[in-house]
């Protein structure tokens, strides 16, 4: 792959028609898209050369954070660069036409299934787990079986030839994806009059109040933490790793302050980047 077809890709995990490839679509709409198996091939393929980024969906307004990137982005060098929401508008798609009383079964991701659950049983439509959304259309595209419907997207549906018998058939009306976008290179000279965002991780010393002097850096400094979650390292029930995002420029004299609190009672900390605040998130606060 040459290096000026690699400046124009965009990877991300899943099927073509996936949600992962809209939301790439939307942000980097003049850009081609790769699909990939896994999340960590997706980053990969950015860490390698093969992409310029990866979008990739961090948290589910619904379902919560996807626990696989917070075990993967303490293994990469890559830097978070942006940010993305992405409504999330399930669509009950169909071999073209099927009439909602032919359908007995639906087959998705686990999540898009339990995120519709209420309107598939109001429905009489049984739930079957799919590998993801996508893939699931794609099958169906394949199969043929008009008793059988996929959980989707919009865009699923245009690249495999299915019908939308329904559309929006989330039982949340606030079902909102996250997505973070990741590169090779981090963002500098960020406008300080721009609302930022400021992604890190840490691993807090085995002593005691060290999370709650953490937060304190923070908390007297004035600056807003949105995101703080933690997991295991390796297993280890004494080795805990954050992840943490706050709302603040790394110019900030404030934010300067915080982080020089947060080393004194890390055993290490390493940041993942700054970026623009999404226009959603604005909007959101306003």
């Not at 860490?47 to 919560?64: F, H, L, R």
């Not at 300080?192 to 890190?200: A, G, I, K, L, Y």
């Not at 999370?211 to 600056?223: C, D, R, S």
């Not at 790394?250 to 009672?265: H, N, T």
Request: proline share 4%; aromatic share 10%; glycine share 6%.
């Amino acid at each position: 792959m040459s290096d000026k077809n690699s400046e124009n890709l965009v990877s991300f995990q899943g099927e073509l028609g996936a949600y992962s490839n809209l939301a790439a679509k939307q942000l980097f709409p003049e850009m081609d898209v790769m699909p990939c198996r896994t999340f960590e091939d997706a980053l990969t393929a950015v860490d390698e050369g093969a992409v310029k980024y990866a979008v990739i969906p961090i948290e589910n307004s619904v379902a919560g954070r996807v626990a696989d990137i917070h075990y993967l982005i303490p293994h990469s060098n890559l830097y978070i660069i942006g940010e993305h929401f992405l409504r999330i508008n399930h669509h009950l798609l169909v071999i073209p036409g099927t009439k909602l009383e032919d359908l007995k079964c639906a087959i998705s991701h686990e999540q898009a299934l339990g995120q519709c659950r209420r309107n598939l049983d109001r429905w009489g439509i049984r739930r079957e787990v799919f590998t993801d959304t996508a893939a699931a259309a794609k099958h169906l595209s394949e199969i043929k079986d008009p008793s059988v419907c996929a959980i989707a997207s919009s865009l699923a549906g245009e690249i495999y030839g299915l019908e939308s018998l329904r559309q929006d058939v989330e039982d949340a009306s606030h079902n909102t994806t996250r997505f973070v976008v990741f590169s090779r290179e981090k963002l500098n000279n960020l406008p300080r009059d721009v609302p930022t965002m400021t992604s890190f991780i840490f691993q807090v010393r085995n002593t005691a109040a060290a999370l709650y002097k953490v937060m304190g850096g923070f908390a007297t400094n004035g600056i807003n933490m949105t995101k703080l979650e933690s997991y295991q390292l390796d297993g280890a029930i004494s080795a805990t790793q954050f992840y943490a995002d706050i709302e603040g420029h790394p110019d900030d004299p404030r934010v300067k302050d915080a982080f020089e609190e947060l080393a004194f009672f890390t055993n290490e900390y390493r940041m993942l980047g700054s970026y623009p605040q999404s226009s959603y998130r604005i909007d959101k606060q306003n």
